[in-house]
């Protein structure tokens, strides 16, 4: 076990501090951002981190990956087409039960992820939740349900997220050759059952209250305006550039402590993903030398612990922005919700060792 040091000690104090103050201190509840900005900026100057370089990444990474020009675009197209948007929702609520189309909802936006990636079916997401004749605490069920789905169905393929992106690069060479199918042809028949399960959530948790509320939204209702596109825009470029630093300086702990841990315990230890990006611990972890169930076990957990909190994914993040939500709500069914997955997957993993293996090429 290696000896902490001064700096690997700070950084345990950063991490608790991101865990628990968010829920304790309503000022920082309110101010997400700039609070975990603070935080990555502190976890890379206690590590010596700051180059020019690491700067350059942080500006551009939020541009580079894709993430603000989307949700910059989608908000405008959603702004001057929510009427005809909501009209749409309308007529389906009128022929289709609201748990069909909450269950249909959340499967088909966790599958087409991969393809459309997690950014853009978040965005759907955010939208079409916005605009379902919901309650405000159903509304944020709803989304953080699909929000897991979202997060579980990108991984199939190496478009949907940069996690996926990630290992799929990491294990190109031997002995895996991972290509565009690989992370389809091992986690497939554990992820699509999954986004399933999601839906099934959605379905019986949300649904029959929308059901009961006997009314469709108003197709007139605010959406906040042009300001709350652009201001929605501002706070996930600094979230995600935040993300960036706070994963660029809690790398030291990451190489030192996390990667020589046996996959059991680093399945469960992998759910500091809630507060990382987890695209920052695939890139520490993954390694050609794991094994088959390593390599599943680890991504499994980054998957479903990326669900829990606010910061965890992207999806979490630009729903979360749009919809108002607190760190406190979304923790209040996200961390039992994922508590409750990670229990599962860790038995048909590691202990069942169900690992079903499609045969695509690739």
Known sequence: ??????????????????????????MVEKNLELFLFVMGALAVTVT?????????????????????????????????????????????????PITVVIFTMIVVLGLISSVITAIIASLFLVEMANLMPLERKDRINLVIVACFSIGLGAALTPL????????VVKLAGPPYNAGFW???NQLSLLIVPGVVACGLVGMFLVGKKGASTGRLADAHQDDGGLRDVFTRTIKVY??????????????????????????????????????????????????????????TGALMGLLIAGGMLIPGNIPNIISAGKLGITSSEWARLGVPMGLVFLTIYFVLVFIVGFRPTLGLIG
């Open 238 to 295: 600094a979230f995600v550039a935040a993300l960036f630093l706070l994963g660029a300086g809690m790398e030291v702990i990451i190489n030192k402590y996390f990667i020589q841990l046996p996959a059991e315990l680093l399945y469960w230890l992998n759910m500091v993903s809630a507060i990382l990006d987890n695209a920052t611990l695939t890139a520490a972890e993954l390694s050609p030398s794991m094994s088959q169930a390593q390599i």
């Open 182 to 184: 690989y992370l389809f």
């Open 48 to 96: 010596g981190m700051w180059t020019p370089d690491l700067v350059q990444l942080a500006a551009e990474e939020p541009l580079l990956k894709g993430i603000v020009p989307a949700v910059l675009i989608a908000g405008l197209l959603f702004h001057y087409g929510r009427g005809a948007f909501q009209r749409t929702v309308n007529t389906i609520l009128r022929v289709v």
């Open 160 to 167: 949907g997220e940069p996690l996926s992106t990630i290992a």
């Open 1 to 26: 076990m290696p000896q902490p040091t001064a700096v690997d000690l700070a950084l345990f104090v950063i991490f608790l501090v991101v865990l628990i103050f968010p829920f304790k201190i309503h």
